[in-house]
């Protein structure tokens, strides 16, 4: 306050707001009385017109209408301004009522002079926005034929709901970085018109004109919703202007949903898969997620982390966070505590396999939902070592759910994978008897089920990180076989259809997330070594090293005997096995189970993989 009763504009403000108060009250009674005040009228005008004038500055100043900047007024602003009226009426109706007890005095008066003083002191504020707006340089933005001494002039790929944020955003807050001069868009219905004074200047073809007639320095993607094939039409458009570029993230990577030019960042083969949003229940997942304890193992993993950042989005009770990693499991504590301000949280340091830890975790914190993302899953490294996949994947996952089992948790989510479809190496294997498990429990008053997806863009294990080193490196991109294709998605969708999925079981379920088509391995290489500015084969070289141990050429997410049926959700299948005497099969599994652990406690590596092989008969480890 005192900082204002220094500022010169401040004292402007004040008394274009008096004016205002003024010519409001006066306008009010000469729309009463048809323009022609009566004496008595004019009187009680003049009255209270003090009354007025000192109520209404008292709330404008009390509720702080006079600390913003009018240049920067907004539809908040404008609410401000819709409260304060209201309340300085009701004020003023009643030192009216009380004073002098309102009679003679015209009801009609005080709502016409509420509605005036609402559309005045709100039209001053954005009459001189909008001088401002066109003062800075908004004219400049319809037709900039030359080069702009501060900024840089921008053309915006899409002129859809994110291109229009973009430049509200821009335009509204006088953003000096960018000047926008146009969008373009695939739509031919959009050209000639324009958003927020900009105009759709025509469609991708139109590029190269655009950038040479209007001075283009920078170009921003924001389409959210594009093919793969689409996105790289776009891509590749866009280099060969030369120009630097960048893209909106799609919604399902932002996770306060707010969409601006703060979050663009330069294009990703995430951005390539042309993924739609994934549309969730949010209201079903709310019912199992919030306010209740979740319980999260393998949290600090790629699957685990992200997880736990979409069940923080439900607001539930408290979070378990189980994890093996010393430094995974702090660094998602961290982030919890320091980037999602969520404190109401437990870590535990331990291992899957111990059963004693595990029900005194359960005992003590009672969770209500499981999420069980722990498991090895490199392939090479678990058919060299495959005595920790049935120590890990399986007696593990088995510790967990008869933990859950044992305190009756509501619902348990097991992680899986496509390659436990007639799984072609160990760790394949190992999930496939992870999701068999779940028979053991076909009696119990917990929900299980399993959710098998593919690939995931970014993960610890995936192939683009390698990829992205070797061509930091200056290649070669080893690839194993020219002909390998493998299912992508990103984690933050196979996070949140995860959670879906968790709502649809009824127990005993295998869902499979829809991946789309297969990717080759090669053609990622070439997209990947593309999208740094470099050419594949001239700048960076492919190279084929042979398929390596326990992997195949493709994978499958149904196996033989499992039936495919849709669900309410469009990226989500339910797998219904055949029927089969689940009390005989769980008897034999239960046989074959301690047989597998007491060959791993051994190390006894060959043993190991002759039991998977007689618990999994299309376990082909010749692909």
Request: hydrophobic share 40%; proline share 3%; charged share 25%.
């Amino acid at each position: 306050m005192i900082h204002n009763l220094r500022n010169a504009k401040f004292y402007l403000m004040v008394l274009l707001d008096l004016m205002i108060f003024i010519t409001a009250f006066y306008a009010a009674y000469l729309f009463r009385f048809d323009f022609e005040l009566p004496d008595y009228a004019l009187e009680q005008f003049l009255n209270l017109l003090k009354y007025d004038i000192i109520i209404k500055f008292s709330v404008f100043l009390g509720l702080g209408l006079y600390r913003g900047m009018w240049r920067y007024t907004g539809l908040r602003d404008l609410w401000h301004i819709l409260e304060a009226t209201f309340l300085q009426s009701t004020i003023l109706v009643t030192v009216v009522l009380y004073k002098f007890g309102f009679g003679g005095f015209s009801r009609g008066v005080f709502i016409i002079d509420w509605l005036m003083t609402v559309f005045m002191a709100g039209g001053i504020r954005v009459l001189i926005r909008s001088f401002y707006s066109y003062r800075d340089g908004r004219e400049a933005l319809l037709s900039p034929e030359s080069c702009p001494t501060e900024g840089s002039n921008v053309v915006i790929i899409g002129a859809g709901r994110a291109g229009e944020r973009v430049v509200r955003e821009i335009v509204g807050t006088n953003h000096r970085k960018y000047i926008p001069v146009g969008f373009l868009d695939r739509d031919p219905g959009k050209k000639g018109r324009t958003i927020h004074s900009v105009p759709v200047l025509g469609n991708l073809d139109d590029l190269p004109d655009v950038v040479e007639k209007k001075c283009v320095k920078e170009i921003l993607i924001a389409v959210t919703e594009a093919s793969g094939k689409e996105m790289r039409e776009i891509v590749d458009a866009c280099k060969e202007t030369g120009l630097a570029y960048k893209i909106l993230p799609g919604m399902d990577e932002i996770i306060d949903g707010k969409v601006g030019i703060k979050a663009l960042r330069d294009v990703s083969y995430q951005d390539l898969l042309g993924r739609s949003p994934v549309q969730l229940d949010n209201t079903s997942i709310s019912n199992y997620l919030s306010g209740k304890t979740v319980l999260i193992t393998g949290c600090g993993g790629s699957i685990g982390s992200e997880l736990v950042r979409q069940v923080v989005r439900f607001n539930p009770a408290k979070l378990i966070l189980v994890d093996a990693s010393e430094p995974n499991l702090y660094a998602i504590q961290m982030e919890l505590h320091h980037e999602f301000k969520f404190q109401n949280y437990e870590t535990v340091l331990g291992c899957v396999q111990n059963s004693e830890l595990l029900n005194k975790t359960f005992e003590a914190h009672k969770p209500q939902t499981v999420f069980h993302a722990a498991a090895y899953k490199h392939v090479p490294m678990l058919e060299r070592n495959p005595w920790q996949a049935v120590a890990n994947n399986i007696c593990g996952t088995k510790s967990v759910m008869e933990a859950a089992h044992r305190h009756e948790v509501d619902r348990f989510v097991i992680v899986s994978t496509d390659k436990a479809v007639r799984p072609t190496n160990i760790m394949g294997a190992s999930k496939r008897i992870t999701e068999q498990l779940m028979r053991l429990f076909h009696n119990s008053k917990t929900t299980f089920m399993a959710v098998r997806f593919g690939n995931v863009i970014g993960s610890s294990g995936s192939v683009i990180p390698l990829f992205r080193r070797q061509i930091e490196m200056g290649g070669p991109v080893t690839v194993t076989h020219p002909d390998v294709t493998r299912y992508f998605m990103s984690i933050s969708e196979a996070a949140q259809l995860i959670l879906q999925a968790g709502v649809m079981a009824e127990g005993g379920e295998i869902f499979i997330l829809e991946m789309g088509s297969p990717i080759k391995i090669a053609e990622m290489a070439r997209d990947l070594i593309k999208l740094s500015g470099k050419e594949p084969d001239k700048d960076i070289e492919i190279t084929f090293t042979g398929l390596r141990e326990g992997e195949k050429l493709y994978e499958e997410l149904i196996t033989e005997g499992e039936g495919i049926v849709r669900t309410e959700h469009e990226k989500i299948m339910v797998l219904k096995a055949f029927d089969f005497d689940q009390e005989q099969y769980a008897q034999k599994l239960e046989v074959m189970l301690e047989n597998m652990h007491k060959a791993a406690e051994t190390f006894d590596g060959d043993k190991v993989r002759s039991l998977l092989h007689q618990a999994v008969p299309e376990f082909d480890e010749e692909g």
